[in-house]
């Protein structure tokens, strides 16, 4: 008898530390699993004409990016999802696969180079965008892509439409005719490494909003050894992008 009543005091003892541990550890489970869900407070694309210098090719892809927000902070965010239904194609992005941009101090997540994967040519009409956290809850929002805009359905471009870039072993010409250009840069493993927009009022030389030199650029982008640019077209509805630019690694 006495032995039974050892052994339902154990299991009484037993339960009660567990029921103990459960509650001390509860709390860390309802904090680090909150449930908030993100928010997306901007979201910008743009569709652009690509002209790969290297195979002498041009392409349509899609660039997007999303501010969103999280109470949880943003390593809480675990997934961007874009779909276009009516073509039923899906592109996902994960904090292994997107790019991080800071423009104006805030952090932008997406990716530049979106293509469809079946044709040349980005997809008109609505796209579905989610944004997803780590315990699952959502962010959704949509943009169309007008049927109006006229990239690549009447053939490649001018190769004189497309902004360029002259390197030269101490400098880097820009050539382009928006008001402002924006250079992509990448390592010798094709990396992202960061984006910068200029305009012809910041370290300009020559004849104004047509040529930009860059100076003393090894020091500014170090690892730096491949680079795009990309310019806005107003009037037609897309961005202008060439490239790959090799840059040389010596004086």
Request: hydrophobic share 40%.
């Amino acid at each position: 008898m006495r032995a039974h009543t050892k052994a339902v005091a154990l299991k009484q003892n037993l339960l009660l530390r567990s029921l103990l541990t459960l509650l001390l550890v509860l709390p860390v489970l309802l904090i680090s699993c909150s449930g908030a869900p993100p928010e997306i407070a901007q979201l910008f694309w743009q569709l652009n004409i690509v002209q790969d210098i290297k195979d002498s090719t041009q392409h349509e892809e899609l660039s997007l990016y999303v501010h969103a927000q999280d109470p949880d902070g943003k390593g809480d965010l675990e997934g961007i999802e874009l779909v276009h239904p009516e073509a039923e194609l899906r592109w996902n992005f994960t904090e292994e696969t997107w790019k991080e941009v800071v423009r104006s101090g805030e952090m932008w997540l997406g990716e530049n180079g979106i293509k469809s994967g079946f044709t040349d040519e980005v997809p008109r009409g609505e796209y579905r965008l989610k944004v997803i956290d780590k315990a699952g809850e959502t962010a959704v929002t949509s943009f169309f892509i007008s049927r109006d805009i006229q990239g690549l359905q009447k053939g490649n471009l001018k190769e004189s439409r497309f902004p360029k870039v002259q390197v030269t072993p101490d400098s880097i010409k820009l050539y382009f005719s928006a008001p402002e250009v924006l250079l992509s840069l990448y390592d010798g493993d094709e990396q992202f490494l960061r984006s910068q927009a200029f305009t012809p009022a910041a370290e300009s030389e020559g004849d104004s909003g047509k040529v930009l030199t860059i100076t003393d650029w090894r020091s500014k982008w170090p690892g730096a050894e491949m680079m795009w640019i990309q310019e806005y077209d107003s009037a037609r509805g897309f961005g202008l992008v060439s490239g790959p630019y090799l840059l040389p690694q010596s004086e």
